[in-house]
């Protein structure tokens, strides 16, 4: 590939978000109805489909393959235990930093559900919330294929994790075992650089055809929910990552962000964390410098259980909802709603839309009445797009955190202007 790769894709992807975005938005403003749907129906959701499905055909077998071949190939005991901690530590850690600050945010300086009326129509029906206790219960297989062929991801990061482990203890005699999930993995990441280029106009696509659907305007009734939430999520993005990041590394944030926004651009346009994993895993070892048994380990565990964005959406709903209800938290509450935010965002599926459901948990948990969730589902679309930038950003940022740590990062790659993607 061409040494410039890394500055043309990014400029590419930005230039198909920008452009969706204005076309759609200035679409829903002036062209006939009909005239959308059509443009709708015979080329933005086509475009849009083929690169959602071209990347989440590889979702299983990435995190499959990357995660027997991340557990075996950090391979000692004693590190993958260190390197694990470390990982699960940071991912528990920003989360339970998210939701307090969004807390804080919502509860205390903005409070935005104050002097807004309960609508009468707010219609949603609640499911029965899932039994906290079950996500845990629920992360063992019973049958490991059928947790592939229903893309179950914390029941196939399971199984995967103890293959690894199992793979990295019986040592040589495994060997082939190990150059198998290698080559493997290798030969799927290669898969990816060749998709990739399908999120040009994928990333179009799926961006126009939101909003031609939707349109801004939908935002305007929930302004002051939108604008809080948004706030909150931007200062996780641009204030706590970099911050964390600088402490941690002494990288420079700004060039991390450079690497990184291929991975936020698909992000925001699928609303979903686990079909922009193959982008993650690909930027994070081509760009970012990150070794490949940390990204291969790292990436996937977080795609599925480390949900910032969602966990701060949590945080700023339950404190909007609670408001509107005229109900005042007391500080019991409060904790709460960070540990079960905390733990709805692990059981959260990384997946359009999810977080709003897991967000009936934590509702639950503080006796809010769930139905509170039609008051924000109008605009959780255009929201769950921004979160899940969010939700990518924290895996990326604790993947060359850890790496770094553990003196396996590429610094030269990291800061290389014009680095291949291969
Ligand atoms: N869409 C989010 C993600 O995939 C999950 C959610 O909050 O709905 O990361």
Known sequence: MPPTKKATLTLWILAALLGGLIFGIVGHAVFPEAVNEILIKWILKPTGDVFLRAITMLVVPIVFVSLVYGAASIGDPAKLGRVGLRVMLIYLATTALAVTMALFIAEVIVRPGTGITLPTDAAFTPKDAPFIMDVFVDMVPKNPFQAMVEGNMLQVIFFALLLGIALAQLGAKAEPALRLAEISNDVLMRVVEIIIWLAVPGVFAL????????????????????????????????????????????????????????????????????????????????????????ASFALPLGATINMDGTAIMQGVATAFIAQVYGIELSFTQLVTVVVTAALASVGTAGVPGVGLITLSMVLMSVKLPVEGIALIIGVDRLLDMARTVVNVTGDAATAVIVSKMENELDVEEFYAENAGTD
């Open 207 to 294: 961006i126009a055809k939101v909003m031609l659907e939707q349109g801004l305007g939908v935002l305007l009734p929930l302004l002051a929910y939108v604008l809080t939430l948004s706030g909150a999520l931007l200062l996780q993005l641009a204030l706590v990552y970099p911050l964390i990041l600088y402490l941690f590394t002494r990288l420079s944030p700004l060039q991390f962000f450079k690497n990184h926004i291929p991975v936020m651009t698909v992000a925001f346009s699928t609303s979903s964390s686990n079909a922009t994993l193959p982008v993650s895993i690909d930027v994070a070892e081509r760009r970012q410098g990150v070794s490949k048994g940390i």
